[in-house]
């Protein structure tokens, strides 16, 4: 005998929902031919289609409210961090609360003897309104030179991206075809020599060049290269290069595709040690 139907289930009843409505279409065919005289046929294939284009919606929703469920999880997981990071606060705060006191009752009686002698209190008073003024004079030009350092630094930040993706563009091939001159053109070797001078090399020549240039990690090195933290001594050399007016990366271009990337990283390193 067939499987029984699981008729009170879930899967029963949509069975029953599909059937009613492959049924009412079947209907309507008809209805539709008796008007306008034209066929539409229902077959066990329309039905199948039914099914499938269920199934597809069923999966949707499903992934749907999944990804709902995810999202309300990780909320869910902040909030409870935010209460751990809340409740650590708090206990550093009661920890503190006795010595704050004691501060308070310090400061009053300051204020008291600060009343007993009133010159002394003036006097008192005029030093620190004289080291408030230095003090907010002093705080405005560091705000404002901060200021200027952080646009400085806006307005390096793109070309050292153009210099990384540039140099993430590359590949051996690039290299070896710098590496591949005998003789290289003159801003390409002005290139070399300065990416030397910036990883510190003992020399600039182009045998020194050429060895770099067959490290299996010379492009890594650049892209990882630490533009925080350059020893002071380096930026003074690099500068000359920088100012070169051939030192351009479209000029350099025209020589070799690939040291324009270099040259780009170049000029990016310049800046960075500047801001």
Known sequence: PPPARPENGMVGRLAEVAV??????????LRYFQELR???YTTPATFLDLLSLFGDMLRAKRAELVAERDKL????GKLEDTNIVVGQMQ????????????????TEALLVQIGLDTEV???????VVEEESAIKEQTAKMTAMMEDAQRDLDQAMPALEAAIRSLNSLNRNDITEIKSFANPPDLVKVVMEAVLVLL???S????????????????????NFDKDHIPEKVPKTPKKYIENPQFQPDLVAKQSVAAKSLCMWVRSMQVCMLY
């Not at 009613?20 to 065919?29: F, G, I, K, P, R």
């Not at 999880?73 to 869910?76: D, H, P, S, V």
């Not at 503190?96 to 009752?105: G, I, S, V």
């Open 91 to 106: 206990r550093e705060l009661s920890e503190l609360q006795p010595e704050l006191e004691k501060k308070a009752k310090d």
């Open 73 to 76: 999880k990780t909320g869910l």
């Open 200 to 202: 510190q090399a003992k």
């Open 204 to 223: 600039t020549d182009w045998a020194t060049a050429k060895a770099f240039l067959g490290e299996s990690n010379f492009l890594q090195n650049l892209i």
């Open 38 to 40: 034209r066929h539409y």
């Open 20 to 29: 009613q409505v492959h049924a009412s279409v079947a209907t309507m065919s």
């Open 121 to 127: 209190a003036n006097q008192v008073r005029s030093v």
